[in-house]
């Protein structure tokens, strides 16, 4: 019985030995932390443990640009993103060390992005002819140009393919009426004339991003002759 007693008093110790270092993890205003160990128990209850999150107000970051969240984690970090939800749920990361910012952004980024359910097709393929071609008489340019033809974003530009389309808006009227996103002098242009539906549109298409519009931006093939050769300009 002694040789029982103390084994299960081991046992004990070591459960509780595990809890007190789980908490210790959890504790992430400490620099010995790892960035994975607060993807996988802080952020993840917002953005799901692989990046996927479930509610569109939060974004989806699996297989997002690694620059793109280093820049948004630092402007968290810095309180230099001012839109309300970055105040509410982000501001609190003033913590966060370039390290763990790092090790974040690598994390997520290396996940695989999923895509949503295609809505509205009639709304997609506007959002197609936006994405691809942008709103020329508006002064509207094309979303392709900077986020890349598949919606997988380039450097700093973020990756939009499977974005929750709520979430898209939310952040086109960000852009559109105030100055609550640092870096986005560039988006607050591009988006300065879309209408609501615009915004809608082009959130709906990136959501879904159905495949057969991946190479939608590649130009036309030249009209043939009937003969099959080169019909004449």
């Known amino acids: 019985m002694n040789k029982l007693a103390q084994f299960i008093s081991l046992g004990m110790l070591l459960v509780g030995s595990g809890c007190h270092d789980l908490e210790r993890s959890r504790a992430v205003d400490n620099p ?51 839109d309300p939800n970055a105040k509410r749920f982000m501001w609190g990361f003033t913590h966060l060390s370039e390290a763990q910012i790092d090790e974040l952004a690598t994390y997520f980024s290396s996940q695989h992005a999923v895509l949503g359910e295609p809505g509205d097709p009639a709304l ?38 499977g974005q929750h389309a709520d979430y898209i808006v939310k952040q086109l009227m960000v852009f559109q009426r105030t100055e609550d996103r640092p870096r986005g002098a560039i988006m607050k242009a591009v988006c300065a004339n879309m209408s609501d539906e ?36």
Not at 52 to 76: C, H, I, M, N
Not at 140 to 158: I, L, M, N, R, Y
Not at 203 to 232: H, L
């Open 32 to 82: 010995a932390v790892s960035g994975k160990t607060i993807a996988l128990q802080v952020c993840s209850n917002c953005h799901g443990a692989n990046g996927v999150s479930v509610s569109p107000t939060f974004p989806k970051l699996a297989g997002q640009r690694r620059e793109y969240l280093v820049d948004q984690l630092t402007d968290f970090k810095n309180h230099a993103r001012t």
């Open 124 to 161: 997609i393929h506007k959002g197609k002819a936006i994405f691809t071609a942008g709103l020329p008489d508006k002064g509207v340019a094309a979303c392709v140009s900077c986020h890349g033809q598949h919606g997988e974003g380039k450097d700093t530009f973020p990756g939009l393919a």
């Open 198 to 233: 615009d915004m809608r549109a082009v959130a709906a298409f990136v959501e879904a991003f159905p495949p057969e519009t991946e190479a939608s931006a590649s130009p036309p093939a030249e009209p043939q002759a009937p003969d099959g050769s080169q019909a004449n300009q």
